[in-house]
């Protein structure tokens, strides 16, 4: 079992950063592939980043690419997620996930946090 928790949304401002954290349980940490995706109200939940076991890969939804930044730490058992650039369209729950697999289908993460908000004002 894996427990995660994030936290660091919040309101900023159009063209500003917020950085997201997922801290997660146990002692397994480094062997699952971790994620990060979001929901706005009234929209299904969609991929936003991933990143591999070792760090070494990084895919990203063309929406975020060269603005959001994903690492992890598997010493801390922590996941980031950098957003610079922030739009109002990035206005959302963010999620992060953890598990294996594809690693843009929701489908393939068997645990979940409960979410943090992210309010982008124009």
């Known amino acids: 079992q894996v427990q995660l928790v994030e936290s660091g949304g919040g309101l900023v401002q159009a063209g500003g950063s917020l950085r997201l954290s997922c801290a997660a349980s146990?002692?397994?940490?480094?062997?699952?592939?971790m994620a990060w995706f979001r929901q706005a109200a009234g929209k299904e939940r969609q991929f936003v980043a991933a990143?591999?076991?070792?760090?070494?890969?990084?895919p990203y939804a063309d929406s975020v690419k060269g603005r959001f930044s994903v690492s992890r730490d598997n010493a801390k058992n922590t996941v980031y997620l950098q957003m610079n650039g922030l739009k109002p369209e990035d206005t959302a729950v963010y999620y992060c996930?953890?598990?294996?697999?594809?690693?843009?289908?929701?489908?393939?993460?068997?645990?979940w946090g409960q979410g943090t908000q992210v309010t982008v004002s124009s």
């Open positions: 996930a953890a598990g294996g697999g594809d690693y843009f289908k929701r489908e393939s993460y068997d645990y």
């Open positions: 146990g002692r397994t940490f480094s062997t699952y592939n």
């Open positions: 990143i591999s076991r070792s760090g070494a890969y990084t």
